[in-house]
């Protein structure tokens, strides 16, 4: 270990030769106080491999050390360092960008949303950094940014996961040594859990606080459980029987283009009722802000809406409406499917107009939330037998 700087030799008055014990100690002395970076000179192989060079600033002697230590011990144990310390200066960006290139088996959907997540929620965090940088510290501070951000947990269980793929692929690459992703916390995903309902004063205010061209999006998602992606692609043609129900056969995609429902093949649809303040809010927008091509919404500039801009609007306006930091819009389609149960309808019902792929995935999500059919069955039962009882003749003596 060494620094490359004339440092030593301008304090000795004299080019030190540091095969010297002596002149070696004299070095030493002067690299301690001058702020040069450390070089490691190593060779992966034996004499005959070319020597090879790792630098660390000034401050982290104490690394430099341990990576000598470290090459000492393959020797001692006959191994030979595999993984040269530069081939893991690629930007994780970069990376990224071959890994996901190479995943073969992929559906275009899967890289779709891989790709989406990289963009997103990755690389502004991690895409500059070097592979070799990014320490286990890098992806929990990246983990608690999302967090702060206000990611949903699903969202950010499913960055990790692509980010955890990356560095696992990069192991085996031998540009690291090992993956920083290991034991990291994660905030809960939980299907069953409690939903926040927000009161009509604050979604009202929620939606008044949105930009005015996008403020009827709260009351689709509010008052017909649609999902964000689905309500940016409502048309004027959608309301149907003299504006009381809502048909929807289209969502607009992460890549900002038209695309079939969640779980639906082209040219498959979903009527759900469309509540009069519903109505009344698409009646006013179309007086206000007319329509493009017959759909509702579009982007400051034209073209279909972006997720990212809308959620960061979104969060903006969630505030000025006193709801938490971690209420998102999909928030709002949970307020729609607890308002709904809370007052009775069926959850068959419910399933069919939140559009999912199958009822199992209501009931794990929103069971919970008819357990007062418990006590209705406890009632019944009970008030059956009492009556069965009461017919029943009293036994002579």
Known sequence: MIKKCECADTKAGRTLDLRTADDRKTAERSWGKCGHSWVVRYRL?????????QSYPHNMKKDAEAFILEIKSDKVSGLRRTIDPKAGAITFADYADSWLSGRVGLSAKSVEIYGNALKNQINPTLGHLRLNAITRQTIKNFISALIKAAYAPNTIHSAYMVVGAIFSEATKDKLIPESPCTDIELPSAAQRQEFLVPSWTQISKLADSMPARWAATVWLMAGCGLRVSEAFAV??????????????????????????????????????PLPPFVHSAITTHIESHGTADGYLFQAAKGGWVGYETYRLAFAAAAKTAGLP??????????????????????????????????????FRTYGHLVDEAWDRALDVMQAGYQTGIAEVPAAAC
């Open 235 to 272: 048309a004027e043609g959608g309301v149907m029987f003299g504006g009381r129900r809502l048909r929807i056969h289209e969502q607009v995609t992460r890549k900002r283009v038209l695309g079939p429902l969640k779980h639906r093949e082209e040219g498959d649809y979903r009527v759900m």
């Open 325 to 362: 930091e971690d209420f998102t819009p999909h928030g709002l389609r949970h307020s729609y499917a607890s308002m709904q149960l809370a007052q009775g309808i069926p959850i068959t019902d419910v399933s069919r107009w939140l559009g999912h792929q199958d009822i199992g995935i209501t």
């Open 45 to 53: 192989g034996g004499r005959g491999t070319k020597q090879q060079e």
